[in-house]
């Protein structure tokens, strides 16, 4: 990959209070329009690294370069102009389940709007029929009326998608988006969250425990073990045990590491 990569880790490593080393040395690029997933156990470093392509947390060393931007230096308007340039989906979906699935989605917008806004009506029309688009290119548009609550967990999450992408992101970031849906509905949002990267361009990264899931729409799979990059290989080509040796080998013993 010789162009510039839209996000990029210079051996970056998190430490947190307490001794923590989530991110250990981490280098890693994500070229424009790739979708890469990553893998690894429970407290691996995933969201972590994640939360530093926003700047939700910042590395303890290293740097973390997003759509050309040094992310460690952003502050305030800086930081929120970047973080409007990238969409966040989340494991538990963070709807309001109280109201309406489109006043959900023009929640989407509210980075944009000055004030707090309370009801549909409060939200400029343009948002409103934004948020109806984005809606049915999800496949939710009659469901746009009720509310949050009613509907089911991959429903729910199409609705987090639709919202994520009312900002027009350039990045989707997706930390375990479909760890609480059942297979059908996993693979539902995972071929959404394909389709839509692929159509508009966009550049995913997107943390997952499901190996299948990875090979099926990941291009690319880096493993974390400990906070280290164990793994970082292209998906075509890579067998199911090449994948899951990720969680039963150490970092040296696996293939396409490091130097
Ligand atoms: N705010 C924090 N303060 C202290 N330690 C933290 C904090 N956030 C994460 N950690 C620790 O950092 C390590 C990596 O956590 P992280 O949540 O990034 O892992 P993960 O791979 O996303 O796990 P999971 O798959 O369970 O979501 C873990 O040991 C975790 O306990």
């Given at each position: 990959m010789s162009e510039e990569p839209v996000v990029g880790f210079d051996r970056v490593s998190k430490a947190?209070?307490?001794?923590?080393r989530a991110l250990d040395e981490v280098s890693l690029r994500v070229g424009a329009g790739e979708l890469l997933v990553l893998l690894g156990l429970s407290g691996s470093g995933k969201s972590t690294l994640l939360r530093h392509v926003d700047g939700l947390q910042r590395a303890t060393s290293g740097t973390v370069t997003v759509l050309g931007r040094d992310v460690g230096?952003?502050?305030?308007?800086?930081?929120?102009?970047?973080?409007?340039r990238v969409g966040f989906v989340f494991q538990q979906f963070h709807l309001v389940g109280s109201l309406t699935v489109l006043e959900n989605v023009c929640t989407g917008a509210l980075g944009?709007?000055?004030?707090?806004?309370?009801?549909?009506?409060?939200?400029?029309?343009?948002?409103?029929?934004?948020?109806?688009?984005?809606?049915?290119?999800?496949?939710?548009?009659?469901?746009?009326?009720q509310r949050a609550d009613t509907l089911s967990g991959g429903q729910q999450q199409r609705v987090a998608v639709a919202r994520a992408l009312l900002q027009?992101?350039?990045?989707?970031?997706a930390d375990e988006p479909v760890a609480s849906l059942d297979p059908d509905s996993a693979a539902q949002v995972m071929n959404l969250i394909a389709e839509i990267g692929r159509e508009d361009g966009l550049t995913v990264v997107c943390s997952?425990?499901?190996?299948?899931?990875?090979?099926?729409?990941?291009?690319?799979?880096?493993?974390?073990?400990?906070?280290?990059?164990?793994l970082d290989t292209p998906v075509h080509g890579?067998?199911?045990?090449?994948?899951?040796s990720i969680y039963s080998k150490v970092g040296s013993e696996l293939s396409g590491v490091g130097p």
């Open positions: 947190f209070d307490g001794g923590v230096r952003l502050r305030g308007s800086e930081l929120r102009s970047l973080r409007r944009t709007l000055r004030g707090p806004r309370l009801g549909l009506f409060t939200y400029p029309r343009r948002v409103r029929h934004a948020a109806m688009e984005r809606l049915e290119r999800v496949g939710l548009a009659d469901q746009a009326m027009r992101p350039e990045i989707l970031l997952l425990h499901q190996v299948d899931l990875a090979l099926s729409w990941g291009h690319r799979i880096v493993g974390l073990r400990s906070g280290r990059v164990v890579l067998s199911r045990e090449e994948a899951m």
